[in-house]
């Protein structure tokens, strides 16, 4: 138990489907973010929120939506995905520390893992 | 960041001590040092930190060189339950903003029964 749960754990969805990812965490942090790991390639980062707004956005297409409602939610919102966007999506957490060069470790979920047909 | 290299792959005999290493050589000063794994089929697991000094957790010990260019990871007795992807990561503190994890290609290590 991470104390960062991803749901669903799996989803298969159509190219047209439109169909969300859900985080929640448990440890009181302040920052979030969504990671892509595609078969045999290093971790992605995708997107970093802190405090609720967006820090960060690794280039990513528009087909992807993330939403941060609170602290401790974190959404990921798919439209029209192509079928390399399959792969596992973990979202995680940290305490960011403002005006600190301290690094906290981040808390990861076990991800979804995404099938696009 | 700081690049670190790897071994992609090690065995360990279990109930031994396993020793990962990761080399860090243009690490610069107000680098960290991450320790992370990745268990089949589940996310990243953070196991250890350290900037200078060695540390000690409940799951693992860190060994920095005097230097900094390279650190060594050690699960005193490893079990079947620790193959898994270890990844060193170099990380520098940025300020008040979220730091960002780089993962690499990590090291495979396989415990033997």
Redesign the interface.
């Known amino acids: 138990e991470?104390g960062?749960t991803q749901t669903p754990r799996h989803l298969v969805m159509g190219m047209t489907n439109k169909k969300s990812l859900k985080c929640e965490q448990h440890l009181g942090h302040n920052?979030m973010?969504w990671y892509k790991q595609s078969a045999k390639k290093?971790?992605e980062?995708m997107f970093?929120y802190?405090l609720e707004e967006r820090?960060?956005n690794n280039s990513v297409p528009s087909r992807f939506s993330p939403e941060c409602p609170n602290s401790s939610h974190l959404f990921l919102h798919l439209h029209t995905l192509q079928p390399e966007d399959s792969a596992l999506y973990?979202c995680?957490s940290?305490q960011?520390?403002?005006?600190?060069?301290?690094?906290?470790?981040?808390?990861?979920?076990?991800?979804t893992r995404l099938s696009i047909l | 960041d700081a690049k670190t290299t790897q071994p992609p792959s090690m065995d360990c005999a279990e109930g031994r001590a396993a020793n990962l290493p990761c080399n860090h050589s243009t690490i610069s000063g107000n680098e960290y040092v991450y320790w992370y794994r990745q268990i089949h089929s589940q996310g990243p697991q953070y196991i250890i930190h350290g900037l200078k000094n060695n540390e000690t957790n409940e799951m693992a010990s860190l060994i920095i060189t005097e230097d900094r260019k390279s650190s060594t990871l050690i699960l005193p007795h490893a079990t079947l339950r620790d193959t898994a992807v270890y990844y060193c990561i170099v990380i520098r503190g940025s300020g008040g903003a979220t730091n960002k994890l780089i993962f690499g290609t990590g090291t495979l290590l396989a415990v033997q029964p």
């Open positions: 991470t960062v920052a973010y290093p971790l980062l970093v802190s820090v960060e973990l995680a940290s960011d520390i403002p005006r600190s060069y301290s690094v906290e470790p981040q808390h990861f979920g076990d991800g």
